[in-house]
């Protein structure tokens, strides 16, 4: 560098700064007076919030079939964190509104309608993947229950028990008509009020093993009702009375769902080695 040089360069101005430091910051990266990054920091948290809030609906929507009616310890902050994170972000765009608010609006937006749309998509997924999950510790029972041959209706609810036209008690007890601490009992099976559960059992050909073997199968694969048609076994599940699992044995056309359920489904949706799931 030349003597010329050097001294033009010494005889420039310094820049104007805010800074308490000797040297002279470039101007492009001056500190404004007062300048804070809280309300960045604080917008953060909110899209956090929204994200989370998005991410447990999501979360709830797979793991209801699981979670019975406890899904809503998931439903009630998922919606909750949303909706408070949506109303802050609302209020935060039209306050003084500029482009780079809306363009950060964009996204959370997309992602809300992104999570209504496909709700039901989860939902059907998590119900086929809850199904799919019990065929595993149903198929024993199906097998039972079909080369027995000896159990055309099984439902229980706590200690009560409906089993081939016997409505009452699992224990000793004998139903009583007057009772109204039987739940999800079927007023046809009323009439059974002289006889016992042993009674059943014996006239049947069942062992009361045999009988607990399946109650607890049932309990263990989340099913309330065992319903046996020739050459199909169909399980009603217990958090769900709307959804059926269905065996129909190797070579058996599953025609008409009528014939095994009480009611008229909507939905088959096929899971292979003869099950099927059934849903109104």
Known sequence: MSTADLGARLEMPAQATASVALVPLPGARQLVPGATRAPANAMLWVFVVGYGGLATICAADLLAPWMGWAVALLYAPGVLCTMMAGAVLGLYTVWKPTERKFR????????????????????????????????????????????????EVLAVAGEWVELNGYAGSRRDGFYSAQSSTSPRIEPQYERSASRSMDDVLASDGISRPEFDRLTAAMRAAGVDRILARPGHVSFRLGQNGSTYLVYARPGQPLASTTSYLERTTLRRTPLGDGWYLLRR
């Not at 989860?122 to 041959?149: K, Y």
């Open 104 to 151: 950060q609006a964009v996204v959370p937006a997309v992602a809300l309608v992104a999570t209504l749309a496909t709700a039901e998509l989860r939902t059907e997924f998590g119900v086929e993947a809850f199904a799919s999950s019990r065929v595993t510790l149903l198929a024993p029972v199906a097998d039972q229950v079909m080369r027995s041959g000896r159990i």
